[in-house]
């Protein structure tokens, strides 16, 4: 098999015994991102010189007998993380040339282990979209179907591991931008739960939302990355301190009595059959595991896109008011005084979606309209929260599709915003209640395209959800199927 095929785990067992080198594995990674690049369009960035050096400083730890698992593999990043001295864009005009002066944790904490960093991968503009056709730097395709989308924001990321052009990925999530592009690009992806992860570093769209995750071939990978990333960082004043569970050895393939709730919610007429199919043969492939169902309630789902479109917009408004062409970012050429300086550097360097949220998020804070809008958005996302704590008292997970249709074609919904924001109603629930969830590959619809199923967990409760997508996994084969590409 090429190199490039290879996962983290199977990768790591060839460099520890010195039958390959990370220089060769990074070199193989760069060429396999040429092959792919012109179809693919996952990188924004391609850092070969930094990768080779890196390489050659990881194998020198390989020969110490000094490597970690991620030592002298080859990864890449969603351009929302700051990389010191690499530009990170975050998918925007306003942030084109932007070299940061610093590492974001969850990078800094890859590199100490020896990772490789390829380069900076595409996304949607700010991280707000479901495809990544807002970025500016053109739409990423999807590697199963070039005239698909991959799903957003996290496209780069997904479509990356799909195309094989990166061993794995860290993407963000703030309504479902890890699961759901890894549910189209057939990978798997976490978002873990809030605090889990430091997002120091990380550009920030809503924070009470945004959460750091991998995007992985499979479910060890993640595993992998997640105990390499997750942890509390004095940084971050929202990470949690708390122990790091060995997710690893939680694999243990073991799910028999397993307790999964099926939210009656989720389950809804005029699913696409694709997605139905699949989700119903892995309700009988865990009930021959020995798992049990249940049928469980989620009640205030219906109001979750509408709560999140009002509490993300309006923590992006803010978020977003640090881009103004003094400190950072771009800056207009043309301008009288201050003031307009400030208003037309911000009118050149966003894009269409993000200059709506900012406008959507604005007016949600406004006074007089802050209690009917922002303050009544917090309340229903109590609610939400409430719901799936109840059900966590009966179930040990809640299996449910992650998107309701497999990816769509590219350009399909770009003139029809609310649908692109429906195609989220699985993942967003989740944000809002703060907990983690998994995206893994659970089916192929009619026309070839991946179709993922969602488990998600407790607070802190990745071991469960990495354990029982695992078992999956295993009594299973889509995970290895690939793209064709
Ligand atoms: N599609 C959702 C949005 O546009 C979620 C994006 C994300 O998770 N970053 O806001």
Redesign the pocket.
């Known amino acids: 098999m090429e190199l490039f095929e290879l996962t983290i785990h199977e990768l790591h067992e060839r460099l520890k015994k010195r039958e390959i080198s990370s220089v060769e594995v990074t070199k193989d990674c760069l060429d396999r991102i040429a092959a792919t690049e012109p179809q693919v369009n996952a990188y924004i960035t391609v850092t070969r010189d930094a990768a080779l050096s890196a390489a050659e400083t990881a194998d020198k730890r390989l020969a110490a007998g000094d490597a970690d698992i991620l030592t002298g593999i080859p990864v890449a990043l969603k351009d929302i993380f700051l990389t010191k001295g690499i530009r990170s864009t975050c998918g925007s005009k306003i942030l084109a040339d932007f070299i940061p002066p610093y590492d974001a944790t969850s990078w800094l904490r890859l590199k100490e282990r020896g990772a490789v960093l390829v380069g900076k991968l595409n996304q949607?503009e700010f991280?707000?979209?479901?495809s990544n056709e807002t970025s500016v730097f053109g739409p990423t395709r999807n590697p199963w179907n070039t005239d698909c989308i991959p799903g957003?924001?996290s496209g780069g990321s997904a479509a990356a591991v799909a195309a094989r052009s990166a061993a794995a990925t860290l993407g963000?999530?703030?309504?479902?931008?890890i699961r759901q592009p890894a549910s189209h690009c057939g990978c798997v992806g976490l978002k873990p739960t809030y605090g889990r992860v430091s997002r120091y570093g990380v550009i920030a769209?809503a924070s009470s939302l945004d959460q750091v995750g991998p995007l992985t071939r499979d479910v060890t990978d993640c595993a992998i990355m997640l105990g390499a990333v997750a942890g509390y960082d004095p940084l971050d004043s929202t990470s949690v301190d708390r122990p790091v569970p060995d997710y690893r050895a939680g694999l243990t393939g073991d799910v028999s009595g397993l307790k999964i709730g099926l939210p009656k919610e989720y389950y809804i007429e005029g699913l696409d059959p694709d997605v139905k199919r699949s989700l119903d043969a892995a309700i009988e492939t865990y009930r021959g595991l020995g798992a049990e169902f249940v049928e469980i309630s989620l009640p205030h789902t219906d109001y979750a896109v509408a709560a999140y479109y009002l509490i993300?917009t309006a923590e992006a408004s803010s978020n977003l008011a640090r881009y103004e062409g003094v400190r950072f970012g771009h800056r207009t050429a043309e301008a009288g005084g201050l003031m307009e300086m400030m208003s037309k550097s911000r009118d050149e360097g966003f894009g269409q979606e993000v200059k709506r949220r900012i406008m959507l998020g604005t007016y949600a804070l406004s006074s007089g309209y802050y209690d009917a809008y922002y303050l009544k958005a917090q309340k229903v996302r109590t609610l939400i929260m409430q719901d799936f704590l109840k059900a966590f008292e009966t179930v040990d997970t809640i299996l449910t599709p992650v998107a309701p249709t497999p990816a769509f074609k590219v350009g399909e919904k770009t003139s029809d915003p609310l649908q692109m924001y429906l195609s989220?109603i699985f993942t967003i629930p989740v944000n809002l209640a703060g907990t983690c969830g998994i995206s893994v590959p659970a089916g192929l619809s009619g026309d070839g395209l991946p179709v993922g199923l969602q488990l998600i967990g407790k607070p802190f409760g990745e071991e469960t959800i990495l354990r029982a997508a695992h078992a999956f996994e295993q009594a299973t084969t889509w995970h290895q199927r690939k793209a064709a590409l």
């Open positions: 949607d991280a707000m979209g479901s957003g924001s963000t999530d703030t309504g479902g931008s769209y993300a989220d």
